[in-house]
Nanobody
Framework: QVLLVESGGGLVQAGGSLRLSCTAS????????IGWFRQARGKDREVVVV????????YSADSVKGRFTISKDNAKNTVSLQMNSLKPEDTAVYYC???????????????????WGPGTQVTVSS
């Protein structure tokens, strides 16, 4: 089992940057594939960026490709999401999630993730 908590959300102007962190307060994050998902008001939850369990493979949604980057620091038990060139359409609650599946595989479906953080709000003003 792993207990996840996100931090780093907030209000930023369009074109700005934010760095989200997902820290495991229980369990070792190195044992899991990690995904960042988001849910805007009135919309379904969608995948943003995910990383395989061994950290070798990542997947980014087309809408964030080239702007968002995921990284993992096993020593700090933390996965980060660097978000640059933010747009108003990036406004959402962002969640990190952990999956016990696979070693090299990236999982883009939310149902593959058993553990979720409570989420952090990101608001991008125009």
């Amino acid at each position: 089992q792993v207990l996840l908590v996100e931090s780093g959300g907030g209000l930023v102007q369009a074109g700005g940057s934010l760095r989200l962190s997902c820290t495991a307060s229980e369990g070792s994050i190195s044992n899991y594939a990690i995904g960042w998902f988001r849910q805007a008001r009135g919309k379904d939850r969608e995948v943003v960026v995910v990383m395989s369990r061994n950290g070798a493979n990542t997947y980014s949604a087309d809408s964030v490709k080239g702007r968002f980057t995921i990284s993992k620091d096993n020593a700090k038990n933390t996965v980060s999401l660097q978000m640059n060139s933010l747009k108003p359409e990036d406004t959402a609650v962002y969640y990190c999630a952990a999956s016990v599946y696979g070693i090299r595989t990236v999982y883009t479906n939310a149902t593959s993730y058993a553990y979720w953080g409570p989420g952090t709000q990101v608001t991008v003003s125009s």
